[in-house]
C-alpha cells in the first residue's frame, strides 16, 4: 500500500462551520491531487499541485481552497461548510515522470457529512 | 460529458469465472491507467498502458487498447471473491498533469 494519509476518515459536522481536511505523503511525490467523489461515481478533479507553493483548481468548480507549503503535506480547507459539500473526498499523489502522468497513489479518503 | 465511459456499469459473476469490462474516451491520449476501488477506500493502480501498447499483462490482468476505435478493456481472468470492487479507467491526455476517470464499473463476485 501507498503511503499517503487522510485524516479524518469521517467527519459529521453543522452547516457554517470551517473544516480542513488532511493529506500527508511520505514518497516525496511532487505532485498532489484532491478529488470528490459521490458514492458509487466517478471522481471529479477539483485541485491540485505541481509542487511546494503550486496550487490549481481542478475540472469541477469547489469553494474549498488547497495549500502546499510542504512537499509531503496538501490540505484542503472549507470557511463555511454547507450540505451541498457532503461528500467523499480523496488526495492523492504521483511522481513528476518525464514524459507523461505517472500513477497515481491514494489515500482512503474523508468522508464528509455536513448537517 | 465524461472522457473516459465504462460499460457495463455493474456485472455480477461466479468466482472462477472471467470478468470483462471496457472503456471508451473521446480525445487522443498518453497512456490509459486501471484502478480498483474498494468499498469506503482509496482507488489503488493496477495497470497502465502507453498509447503505443496494444496489450499488456500483469498476473490475472489483461489490458488491451484500440486506439484507432478510443477504447480499451480489462479483462481479469479466474476471478475471485477478493476482486469484488468498483474499476475505473482514467485516461492521461497529456494535459497539465491531470488524470480523467471513467464512471466506473462494479464487480460483484459470489462463490
Known amino acids: 500500500e501507498a503511503d499517503i494519509y487522510q485524516t479524518p476518515r469521517y467527519l459529521v459536522i453543522g452547516t457554517g462551520k470551517k473544516i480542513t481536511l488532511e493529506c500527508s505523503q511520505t514518497?516525496?511525490?511532487?505532485?498532489m491531487y484532491w478529488y470528490q467523489q459521490d458514492p458509487g461515481m466517478e471522481l471529479h478533479l477539483i485541485h491540485y499541485s505541481y509542487g511546494v507553493n503550486s496550487t490549481e483548481k481542478g475540472d469541477l468548480s469547489s469553494e474549498s481552497t488547497v495549500s502546499r507549503i510542504r512537499t509531503e503535506h496538501f490540505p484542503l480547507t472549507l470557511e463555511s461548510a454547507r450540505p451541498s459539500h457532503t461528500s467523499q473526498y480523496l488526495c492523492a499523489s504521483s511522481d513528476s515522470g518525464r514524459t507523461s502522468n505517472q500513477p497515481q497513489h491514494f489515500g482512503d479518503g474523508t468522508r464528509l457529512s455536513i448537517l | 460529458s465524461q472522457q473516459g465511459e465504462e460499460d457495463p456499469q455493474a456485472l455480477s459473476i461466479q468466482e472462477g469465472e472471467n470478468a470483462t469490462m471496457n472503456c471508451s474516451y473521446k480525445t487522443s491520449i498518453n497512456n490509459l491507467q486501471w484502478y480498483r476501488q474498494n468499498s469506503g477506500r482509496g482507488l489503488v493502480h493496477l495497470i497502465l498502458i502507453r498509447s503505443n501498447e496494444r496489450e499488456k499483462h500483469s498476473g490475472r490482468l489483461r489490458v488491451t487498447l484500440d486506439t484507432s476505435k478510443k477504447s480499451s478493456s480489462l479483462l481479469i481472468t479466474a476471478s475471485r471473491a477478493a476482486d469484488t470492487a468498483s474499476y475505473f479507467c482514467?485516461?492521461?491526455?497529456?494535459?497539465?498533469?491531470?488524470?480523467?476517470f471513467g464512471t466506473g464499473t462494479r464487480l460483484q463476485v459470489t462463490l
Open positions: 482514467a485516461t492521461d491526455t497529456g494535459t497539465a498533469s491531470k488524470l480523467t
Open positions: 514518497m516525496g511525490h511532487d505532485k
